[in-house]
């Protein structure tokens, strides 16, 4: 699959310059925007900081006609196409989506880089969206990515600092962070094991065990960081809230009883954790066997079953049941005497909602022309609790 881009301008005071002409791009994602800024100096001689998406015209966020938005220092050779680019202000738009957004990150980083001795000699814009925007900067002293996250995600930091304390090597190192979303990240060879067999996930789940075990004690410290507190008392109220505002009604069953069901799975006696919140393959690095968890933005404490259930999701029950199996049996042998296997099962529909609640948080997190990017998963996923009750 491939995207047919259409690039609209400005310049570094955010007045509109024109669109280039369309191109295609092999990468589908339209995130991804590395290929897009390789492709645009390519044909046109042109350096652009993709700013921000503006139309797509798929129903899920890949391939097909793709408009961002772009900042160029100056206007390209290539004649522009007049076109009218929407500018109006937005308060949910991210600092790094306004023009001067991307230069001022980047300030910052290279600046850090060169406190810390290593300075940049490159810097290559790869994703931007709704979610974060990422660049790699190289240079003599290796590789460093700076991360930049909206609002809903800044505890991230936070969670990086713990684990770089707590656990190294379990995760990527944090080299700095502003405080208000940008992060500098050190690299972590090797590729993100989207697809995994099951083999390897039961590997992952097995050399996360130690880091939630090693949490437990510090459970209030990373709540007092920042971090969210999705324990079993705060739980319904946080779902509720995300969800209000949309249409409950096949769940209200499901809700009214959340409380009490929550009250069950802390009776099977095990202890609230870090948890990662996303923990599917693509979110973990792997190396010569060695497993890193990456993207830490979802986070929260609570309880450690919610990433058990993320790593076998959309497996076949026949895969899935290996990865819970072995999930429960090392938290039987950590905690005598509770019961896993219940826990899981009373949380399968909790799971699903509460990812339900967290699409529902970044719709209402983010300006209007992103919102593409996750306008069927808060559906999606209230179906999937509704099943998952019924089993």
Not at 140 to 155: C, D, E, I, S
């Amino acid at each position: 699959m491939f995207r047919t881009v259409t690039l609209d301008l400005v310049d570094a005071a955010g007045a509109p310059l024109g669109a280039l002409p369309p191109f295609d791009v092999p990468s589908p994602w339209w995130q991804e925007v590395g290929p897009v800024v390789a492709e645009a100096h390519r044909r046109y001689g042109v350096e652009v900081a993709v700013l921000r998406l503006l139309t797509g015209d798929g129903p899920q966020p890949m391939g097909g006609a793709v408009t961002y938005l772009g900042q160029v220092d100056a206007p390209p050779a290539t004649p522009l196409v007049p076109t009218p680019i929407p500018l109006a202000a937005d308060p949910l738009r991210a600092p790094y989506a306004e023009p001067g957004g991307p230069a001022r990150s980047l300030a910052w980083a290279t600046g850090e880089l060169r406190r810390l001795g290593r300075p940049a000699e490159t810097a290559v814009q790869q994703r931007t969206w709704n979610l974060s925007a990422v660049w790699r900067l190289d240079g003599p002293g290796g590789t460093a990515w700076l991360k930049q996250v909206p609002a809903f995600f800044r505890h991230e930091a936070a969670v990086l600092r713990w684990l770089g304390r707590t656990a190294p090597g379990k995760t990527s190192t944090l080299l700095a962070d502003d405080g208000d979303g940008r992060m500098l990240i050190e690299h972590v060879p090797g590729e993100d094991r989207y697809g995994a067999p099951v083999e390897e996930r039961l590997a992952m789940a097995a050399d996360f065990h130690p880091v939630q075990v090693r949490s437990i004690p510090d459970a209030a410290e990373l709540v007092a960081a920042g971090v969210p507190d999705l324990r079993a008392h705060a739980l319904p109220g946080w779902i509720r809230d995300r969800l209000a505002g949309y249409d409950t009604s096949s769940v209200d069953s499901l809700l009214a009883g959340l409380a009490a069901r929550l009250d069950e799975v802390r009776g099977c006696g095990l202890p609230e954790t870090l948890v990662h919140g996303d923990l599917h393959p693509g979110n973990v690095r792997a190396d010569a066997g060695r497993h890193v968890v990456i993207d830490w933005g979802d986070a929260f404490v609570g309880h450690p079953a919610f990433d058990a259930l993320r790593l076998a999701e959309g497996l076949p029950d026949d895969a899935a049941s290996p990865v819970l199996v072995e999930w429960c049996a090392r938290w039987r042998a950590e905690v005598p005497g509770c019961e896993p296997e219940r826990a899981v099962e009373l949380l399968r529909p909790v799971a699903a909602l509460r990812m339900a609640a967290v699409y529902a948080m970044f719709l209402d997190g983010i300006e209007a022309s992103e919102r593409i990017y996750h306008a069927t998963d808060v559906d999606s996923y209230l179906e999937k609790a509704v099943a998952l009750a019924g089993r």
